[in-house]
């Protein structure tokens, strides 16, 4: 199962690691240090949450979907970290 997920990722990634090459090296450190460091989940990520600011809302959606939640680490950088979560929007009760 997880082998099927990660191919069917594949292409995904593959455009995306495509379009980060595409872009010059024109941007200022400046610029590069504003952003948020954007990673996605696995189970051998360092976790260093300090401050939670923003998690997508999936109380609406009943499936397994994406989510990104914004955090601060101790030393003061953003970061966003991608995982999937199943929504809490399924209603058992009809």
């Known amino acids: 199962m997880r082998t099927a997920f990660l191919l ?3 292409p995904i990634a593959t455009l995306a690691l495509a379009d980060t090459s595409s872009h010059s090296s024109t941007t ?3 610029e590069q240090s504003a952003s948020p ?3 996605d989940y696995n189970y051998s990520t ?3 949450i300090a401050k939670v ?3 997508d ?3 609406a959606i009943c499936s397994i979907t994406p989510v990104k939640m914004t955090y601060d680490d101790s030393q003061g950088k953003t970061h966003i970290l991608r995982y999937m979560m199943m929504g809490g929007g ?3 009760g009809n």
């Open 53 to 55: 600011r923003d998690v």
């Open 28 to 30: 200022t450190s400046v």
């Open 57 to 59: 809302d999936v109380s």
């Open 90 to 92: 399924c209603n058992s």
């Open 46 to 48: 360092h976790l260093d």
């Open 37 to 39: 460091l954007e990673e």
């Open 8 to 10: 069917a990722l594949l």
